[in-house]
């Protein structure tokens, strides 16, 4: 484990486990963001990976997170609570968190005219659609200087331990795909690929500069979380809600070979999280 | 390769290879049926299990192959061809064909009074819904000792050559799970777990006495034409002309993660098709 590491778990005072800010300080040096950067961060949430790069970019630098959120979703603390306790961390000076979409920021007052970097850090996936990303794309361009997105990737990469995270993605985005009954609670509303962001992010103008994949830690949460998530009762009974029946059986034959996928990796086995694949452009 | 095998190949005269048919010699081999047994195979298709099986139950045995798909139905042979050719084989007068579903052969002068084994030999994914099986599993109480139901298993049992094959049937479970959009053509219709299997057969008075899970041997074909299928341009713009734009872009990131499960096995990757499970109930 990095200095880094021991260091940003000590400010973040329990907000993140260690494998999570392990993963996001493997993402953020990926791209190599110098010191003193200016970084716009689309879809911050919780703060968790603003924290980080509030971190790396140093005294000089400065994250502004937006997120359309409302301050009280989220549990067990709200998205106001976790923001609120960040700013008053040692490094809060660095951090300035606003509640918008990217569109309704660009226009206000709030917006500052260039930032170095926007960033979305594993947020992609929790837009309802690839093609609402387009208009951020496009009113990014002009306002950065780099984009960099980072988003897991469908390729486990012969890890069969991965399988049931991946699967898990699959029926989330099921379900958040059935005609206009997306549930928000999902961290994963649609599954958007690396060549679907390449599409995008072209027809935006931008020009993709590096790209890398990069494997997650043994101990990422994430993979825990999500299958748990799936395969919870109530999880099921929602599926259950709504839609057509051959919709709804579709739907259960996901969650079975959800359970089978992790069944077949032995008593309680270890679930690796996704990959995550990271694009830089310019 | 056992002398059944080369047997059975001999008198297909090239109606299958020699992959396929240890497949289904695997398959039978599993339930011991008895030879002498007269048994009803529902949904023949072109009759190449309907053949195994002929073979295996000798010359006093007898099986009643039913399929409702139309005589010209199929390529490059249509099944009537396919099965006319097999009605011509050495063993053709252990075979009959009947083009019909259960519920109309049970009630016609063509119906036998009583069977030792029907026989579902990978036909389940081939209806509509689970639901569309549960008439078929009542009609058959009592006219038949036991019942035999073959279907792939969605557990690949840690096995990453076999993703490809799993997410191409999740693929087109997904396309006909579209409401009122089924199309005939894809081999899967609707994935069936053994769970709801055993529920569907418990409910219609069946006792399952035994159940196995065979893997399929490393040259079965399946994997790869299933997959070839739904990598196939056709298979896309099919994709493409139907349903609302998330439901299509969840389809487009299913393909997108069969063609990355395909590239991570290496070049000209051994595709390794599902598993069977088996089950057995009187």
Known sequence: MSL????????????????????????F???????GSKILEIGCGQGDCTLVMAYLVGEQGHVTGIDPAPLDYGAPIT??????KLKQSAI?????????????????????PLYDFAVFARST???????????????????????????YATDIQGDIAALPHLLAAISQAEFNSRDNNLDRDDNIQSIIT????????????????KEDVIRSPEDQ????????????????????????ASRQEYADALISA???????????????????WLGLWA
Chains 1, 2 share one sequence.
Do not use: M
């Open 92 to 112: 809060g000076d660095r951090i300035t968190f606003h509640r918008s979409d990217l569109e309704g920021f660009l226009d206000s007052s709030a917006s500052e």
């Open 125 to 151: 996936w929790y837009f309802p659609s690839a093609e609402a990303l387009t208009p951020i794309l496009v009113a990014l361009r002009g306002r950065t200087k780099h984009l960099c997105i980072a988003e």
């Open 194 to 209: 690396p060549q679907k962001i390449r599409e995008l992010t072209l027809e935006a103008g931008w020009v993709l500069k």
């Open 221 to 244: 949460e994430d993979a825990r979380w999500e299958v748990g998530r799936v395969l919870s009762e109530g999880y099921r009974v929602r599926s259950r809600s709504y839609g057509g």
């Open 79 to 84: 998205l106001g609570q976790a923001q609120d």
């Open 258 to 276: 959800i359970e089978e996928s992790k069944r077949a990796l032995g008593p309680n086995p270890k679930l690796r999280t996704l990959p995550t």
């Open 29 to 35: 040096k990926t791209w190599d963001i110098p010191s």
């Open 4 to 27: 880094d590491v021991i260091d940003i778990a000590r400010i973040s005072d329990g907000g993140s486990s260690i494998p999570q800010i392990q993963a996001r300080v493997d993402l």
